[in-house]
């Protein structure tokens, strides 16, 4: 079983920063391929990042590149996203997601605004 809870959104103002968590509380291997998707209101789910199995192979979506890192900690079954310089149109719910699977976690709200 796969349970991914994710925690970490909230409101925070331009330019700011907040880190996601995503914590997969389930028994089987957290060793796949994981990223993070964002859905704005009104808007298709968008891929924000993908991070390989060992951690070793990222990729970022042009709207996110040099200001969001993913990273993951296996031995704490838990992905991460660092989002820096925020700004008001990175406002969405966040997911975390396994691709083996399609396992979902069930979203974090992030809102940017003064």
């Known amino acids: 079983q796969v349970q991914l809870v994710e925690s970490g959104g909230g409101l925070v103002q331009p330019g700011g920063s907040l880190r996601l968590s995503c914590v997969d509380s389930?028994?089987?291997?957290?060793?796949?391929?994981m990223n993070w998707h964002r859905q704005a209101p009104g808007k298709e789910l968008e891929l924000v990042a993908d991070?390989?199995?060992?951690?070793?192979?990222?990729w970022y979506a042009d709207s996110v590149k040099g200001r969001f890192t993913i990273s993951r900690d296996n031995a704490k079954r838990t992905l991460y996203l660092q989002m820096n310089n925020l700004k008001p149109e990175d406002t969405a719910v966040y997911y975390c997601?396994?691709?083996?699977?399609?396992?979902w976690g069930q979203g974090t709200q992030v809102t940017v605004s003064s």
């Open positions: 991070i390989t199995s060992t951690g070793t192979i990222t």
């Open positions: 389930g028994f089987t291997s957290f060793n796949y391929v």
């Open positions: 997601h396994r691709d083996y699977g399609n396992y």
